[in-house]
């Protein structure tokens, strides 16, 4: 009969912290434009956690940690999660394009496709999430690869940002494990 693994068990099947400092994250980067709500930064970095996002950029008008109420959502995954602060994410995204790194906007706009249809090439990418209000900047959408909704079939708007994160994040995982493009070695970041 299975169990719920305890946690002693669960931690016998993680790697220590040496392991862990070497070990080969996977080709997603993420760039957080303006987020304003400490609960959905830190479930995102709780998500970048377990995929091995390679870096997190938490950018614009936002929080960051430390901050009790990031670390309360995260389980203090911003501590496994390489992250950097930028003001303007513009010039952020602009230079991982310049690294052959995707630019995925994660947006419902007048040219978004449905995440369903979104099949990755054979490069690193990175999705982009907006703000809670208002959504990815216009310049952010201008330089985009790629602009990806999640259908509303409701009378809805929008969803959560960090609810389109997970759903984003596990689906382009999949899809980038099927095509083997993980670990390609892209190893640059700014
Ligand atoms: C709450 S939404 C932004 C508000 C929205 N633009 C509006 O005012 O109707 C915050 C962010 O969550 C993500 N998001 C929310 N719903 C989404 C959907 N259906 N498809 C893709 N992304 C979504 C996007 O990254 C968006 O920028």
Redesign the pocket.
């Known amino acids: 009969m299975s169990h719920q693994l305890t946690k002693n068990e669960l931690r016998k099947s993680k790697y220590n912290r040496n392991e862990f400092s070497k070990i080969e994250r996977n080709e997603i980067y993420i760039i957080l434009d303006s987020l304003k709500c400490a609960h959905n930064i830190g479930t995102i970095l709780r998500l970048a956690d377990s995929l091995l996002v390679k870096k997190v950029y938490i950018c614009g008008d936002t929080i960051i940690p430390p901050n009790k109420k990031i670390k309360s959502s995260s389980r203090g995954a911003e501590k496994w999660v390489p992250w950097e602060y930028h003001k303007n994410p513009l010039p952020v995204a602009k230079t991982l394009k310049n690294y052959g790194i995707d630019i995925v906007a994660?947006?419902?706009t007048d040219n978004s496709i449905d995440f369903r249809e979104f099949n990755p090439t054979d490069k690193p990418i990175c999705l982009v999430?907006?703000?809670?209000?208002?959504?990815?900047r216009q310049e952010l959408l201008d330089i985009s690869d790629y602009q990806?909704?999640?259908p509303?079939l409701g009378m809805s708007?929008?969803?959560?940002?960090s609810t389109?994160a997970s759903v984003m994040l596990y689906d382009v995982y999949s899809k980038m494990e099927r095509k083997k493009i993980m670990n390609k070695g892209i190893t640059k970041t700014i």
């Open positions: 994660v947006e419902v999430f907006g703000r809670e209000y208002d959504g990815v990806v909704h999640l509303l708007n929008s969803i959560n940002v389109a």
